[in-house]
């Protein structure tokens, strides 16, 4: 079935250092790629997107690639900050399943 | 104004008891849905229902049963609640089938089956 791989499950950066989360989708048809920020005991929130016809995207800190070839998608985060710090998921879309498939999950920790 | 909004916000309850959890949203989206997430925090899939119709049924025990009165609002009733419900279940809403714009999750309800 889908599948989407999200690596690493932790990371912890210094203040001002950059975030590099990866993810691997398994379902060749997937279009659209969100990305989740879950701060302790929220809800999750979409942060940044993109679609299969784009292979980057960037909105101010954040950033996002893909590569369809590899099945890879990646969010960067630039200049991090004690706020930056949550669980944050990707998430592949399969049109033919109507389905998000997200991925494991990655507790990003910024120290001060 | 909350966008999509859940009720209770908690819930305790002993095993083998029915529960009901809603959610109403009023952004106008057509498809609403419910995931559960576990302690690990992985977010599964449960139900999709869009303008009212059942599209995504996961493999779920019969005892969770989601029901959409219109397409502002999905409720999810639970039978016989056992220890491994424990969890905390997210409404999520979105403009056609989710591949728009995203989802908008409301805040969740956590579950503790004791």
Known sequence: GENVEQHPSTLSVQEGDSAVIKCTYSDSASNYFPWYKQELGKRPQLIIDIRSNVGEKKDQRIAVTLNKTAKHFSLHITETQPEDSAVYFCAAFSPGTYKYIFGTGTRLKVLA | ?114
């Open chain 2, 1 to 114: 104004d909350t966008a999509v909004s859940q009720t209770p916000k908690y819930l305790v309850t002993q095993m083998g008891n029915d529960k009901s959890i809603k959610c109403e949203q009023n952004l106008g989206h057509d498809t609403m849905y419910w995931y559960k997430q576990d302690s690990k925090k992985f977010l599964k899939i449960m139900f999709s229902y869009n303008n009212k119709e059942l599209i995504i049924n996961e493999t779920v025990p019969n005892r969770f049963s989601p029901k959409s009165p219109d397409k502002a609002h999905l409720n999810l009733h639970i039978n016989s609640l056992e220890l491994g419900d424990s969890a905390v279940y997210f409404c999520a809403s979105s403009q056609g089938t989710g591949d728009l714009y995203g989802y908008t999750f409301g805040s969740g309800t956590r579950l503790t089956v004791v």
